[in-house]
C-alpha cells in the first residue's frame, strides 16, 4: 500500500511527535511511506512551554522525513497537499490533537478528498483539546467531518467523535507502548544514589497541566506520609502554574517528600527516573489515551490511574496497578499506600510485561490497515460531508 503520513517528528519534541515518528517506523516496514514533516511546528509566542525543540541526544528520528509543513505559511500547505496528490497514495495519514492546525489539515484533507482511489484516515489523539470550548468542538467537527475513517484511543473519544461527525467510520484503536527509553534504565539503586533519594518513591511524570490533576496527587500526599514514608518525583515541564504547584507543597507541607524536575527531560534521562520509582501515578481529571502509562508499560513499571478517558481500558485495576475516581486524593493515597504494604511491585511489573503484546505497534498498523480497508465510499466528486 502507498501511505502519505503527515506530521510532527524530531526536531520537535512531545507525545505526538514521539507516536508520529514511531507509527512511521512500522507503517515503513509493511508499506511504501512517504512522510512529510513539519518544518514549522508552533509560533513561538502561542507554545506554552519552553521551546517545542527535543534537545535530547538520543532522540527518535525518521530519516526519510521530509521536513516541508510550515505552520505559519499557506504556500506549504498547498504544497504538502500537491505532494500528495503527485504521489497518488492510497491512504493519507493525518493525526489530530488540536484545533490548532485547523486550516492547515482542512485546507490539506479537501484536496486529499479530491483524489479518486485516495483514502484519508485521522488518527485522533484527542478529539477535541484538552481544555475544550465550543470553537474547539467546531473545528473538530470541521477538520474531522473529512475523514473516511477514524482511528480513536478509547470509547470516550469514540462517543465523542460520534457526536460531532454522525455515522463517521470509527475504529476503535488504543496508544501503543513506549520503550525506546529501555536503554536508559539502570539499576533502582544506582538511579536512587544519582537522583538523592531513597525508600518507596512514585513518580508523576510529563507536562503539568491543569487536567492532569497534579494538585490531587499533592493533596493525597499528607494521607500518604501519615502511613508510610514515600518521596513523589515531579518530572516534567510546568506548563503555567509553577507558583500554585510550590504554594501546594508549602501548604501542605511536603518540602522534603517532593522533589521536582521542572524541564523538558531528554530521552536519554527518562529511564533514571523510572528506574528509581516503583510506582506511577497519573491522577488526571479529564483526558484521552496517555503515553505516560504506556512509557510506565514499556519500562515494566505498574501504575496507579484515574478512570478517566483511556486509562480504565488500559489500566487492569488490581493486575497492571489501580484505578481510583478522578478528583479523589483520598482514594489516591489509599491505593499508593496499599501498593507498598502489600508488597505489590514484583507482581504487577510481571504482570506488565505479559500484558504489553495488547498494546504493540504491529497490532495498530494492523488496525491502520484494517480502516483503510473498510473506509467508507465517497461521492463520486469526492466532496465534503
Known sequence: MRICLVGPTH?????????????????AARH????????????????????DRDTSGRALRAARAQHVLDSMNPA???????????????????????????????????RVRALPGTRLLFVCHNVVDHETGPLSRLCSRLVLGLGD???VHSAEDAHRLRALVPGAR???????????????????????????????????????????GLHHLLAAMPRVLARRKVTLLVVGEVWGGRAAVERDIERLGLREAVRCVDRYVPNEEVG???????????????????????????LDRPVVATRVGALPEVVEDGVTGYLVEPGRPDALADRIVR??????????????????????????VDLVEDAARHARARDPVGAAR
Not at 12 to 24: D, E, I, M, P, S
Not at 32 to 51: C, E, I, K, M, T
Not at 174 to 203: C, K, M, N, Q, S
Request: glycine share 8%; proline share 6%.
Open 11 to 27: 526536531p520537535f519534541r512531545g507525545g505526538v511527535a514521539h507516536h508520529t515518528t514511531l507509527l512511521y517506523r512500522h507503517l
Open 32 to 51: 511504501d511511506v512517504a512522510f512529510y514533516a513539519f518544518r514549522r511546528q508552533y509560533p513561538a509566542w502561542l507554545f506554552p512551554g519552553r521551546s
Open 76 to 110: 506549504t500547505w498547498l504544497g504538502v497537499a500537491r505532494r500528495i496528490r503527485r504521489d497518488g497514495p492510497d491512504l493519507v495519514i493525518l493525526p489530530w490533537w488540536t484545533s490548532f492546525w485547523t486550516p492547515q489539515f482542512w485546507t490539506i484533507a479537501r
Open 149 to 151: 475513517s477514524h482511528l
Open 170 to 212: 470509527i475504529v476503535r484503536g488504543f496508544h501503543p507502548v513506549y520503550d525506546f527509553a529501555r536503554g536508559g534504565l539502570v539499576p533502582r539503586a544506582e538511579a536512587r544514589a544519582r537522583l538523592g533519594v531513597d525508600g518507596d518513591t512514585i513518580l508523576f511524570f510529563g507536562f503539568v497541566r491543569p487536567y492532569k
Open 272 to 298: 533514571l527516573y523510572f528506574s528509581a520509582a516503583d510506582l506511577v501515578v497519573l491522577p488526571y481529571v479529564s483526558g484521552t489515551a496517555s503515553g505516560v502509562v504506556q512509557m510506565a508499560y514499556g
Open 339 to 364: 501498593f507498598f504494604e502489600e508488597g505489590r511491585a514484583a507482581e504487577f511489573a510481571d504482570n506488565v510485561r505479559r500484558h504489553r503484546e495488547r498494546f504493540s505497534w504491529d497490532r495498530l
